[in-house]
């Protein structure tokens, strides 16, 4: 890597964190530019905060059920961010709709185990995006890494990476190739990113050379 500081980032997941894993190994190894300060869980049993604080990172559980609406929760996630002094919010299986506030806009990535648009949406993660897919008789799955909005799976793409889709792939075989191609996937975007090569135009990312 370059000798630019590492970017403070932090992870948003909800669940066994296998992107968590790839992230923090990636970056204790010095192949990513970023340093992470901490970990958001949705669920305190996730295998993922408990990874997290095995690795002595900060971990702050924050669940849904326990704030009186969306804006409030929303109001949580970014305030304990603000604390972290995070400049990179990396999604990885965030199971709830974040509004992210103005000073973190542009600042929020997500992977999707899909081509998005397609597959996408509330309810669509994990393993009912790849039933979803083999159920359409595609012929091309693959993943996207995207800036976060207020919408689920619907910000602008920075890039995506393709697998096929065989005839005899069930949603775990499927799932295996596509997550070999987050794995470079997440990655690239993240340092791209750092070298602020990305530049939002409307519902589009311009990769600056």
């Given amino acids: 890597m370059s000798g630019a500081a590492p970017l403070r980032a932090a992870v948003l997941l909800s669940g066994t964190g296998r992107t968590f894993d790839h992230l923090l190994a990636e970056s204790r190894a010095r192949r990513l530019p970023i340093t992470l300060a901490g970990v958001v869980s949705s669920r305190g049993g996730a295998r993922g905060a408990e990874r997290a604080r095995a690795e002595g990172l900060e971990c702050a559980v924050l669940r849904r059920r326990d704030f009186d609406s969306p804006a409030a929760y929303g109001d949580a996630i970014a305030a304990r961010l ?44 994990g393993a009912h995006v790849h039933e979803a897919v083999i159920a359409s008789g595609v012929r091309w799955s693959g993943c996207t890494v995207h800036f976060a909005d207020n919408e689920y799976d619907r910000g602008p793409i920075i890039l995506q990476r393709t697998v096929p889709v065989a005839f005899e792939d069930t949603p775990e075989t499927l799932a295996q190739r596509v997550f070999a191609e987050e794995c470079a996937a997440y990655p690239e975007a993240i340092r791209l990113f750092a070298a602020s090569r990305l530049e939002i135009v409307g519902r589009r990312v311009r990769v600056r050379p």
């Fill in 82 to 125: 603000r604390g972290w002094r995070v400049e990179l919010v990396l999604m990885a299986g965030f199971l709830h709709l974040w509004t992210i506030p103005a000073d973190f806009a542009g600042r929020v990535m997500n992977i999707h185990p899909a081509l998005l648009p397609a597959f996408g949406g509330a309810g669509m993660h």
